[in-house]
């Protein structure tokens, strides 16, 4: 985790994070360089200091695993607070962006999604708001 988070460091101090993930490290297998698993992809994000990521939705569902931080995500209409340890699924096609809630330190998240598989399937698709 060390080396991830100082990538993430690294990526936000060179400005380089997306407006609709944050700063992100994706995992790959290290045999292939591919996706984690062959149906699965892994990331690390991280939120900066009162970071709010932009809406977007895509076909592939993903699983968030707080590992620090306090903030919230919207998903559709839905609020969802979140804090260190906690989890929280963002369903296929719905809209939803983060909120980093604390104005001091940042939000570190992990997660996993089915995005592999939709491309195997040429049914991975997303939408951005401008």
């Known amino acids: ?7 993430l460091r690294a990526q ?12 992100t490290v994706p995992y790959s297998d290290p045999e292939t360089g591919g996706p984690t698993l062959p ?4 990331r690390a994000h991280m939120l900066g200091p009162g970071e709010t990521t932009a809406r977007h939705r895509h076909t592939a569902s993903a699983i968030y695993f707080v590992v620090r ?12 607070g979140w804090g260190r340890h906690d ?3 963002i369903p296929n096609w719905s809209w939803h962006h983060h ?3 604390d104005a001091d330190e940042e939000a570190l998240l992990f997660s996993i999604d089915d995005s592999p598989m939709l491309d195997k399937l040429n049914l991975n698709r997303e939408e951005r708001q401008p």
């Open 87 to 89: 989890t929280l699924c």
């Open 12 to 23: 936000a101090e060179a400005g380089d994070g997306d407006p609709f993930d944050g700063c």
């Open 1 to 7: 985790w060390a080396e991830v988070e100082a990538r």
């Open 99 to 101: 909120v980093n809630l």
């Open 39 to 42: 149906t699965a992809n892994c």
């Open 69 to 80: 931080g306090t903030g919230k995500t919207e998903v559709g209409d839905t609020e969802l």
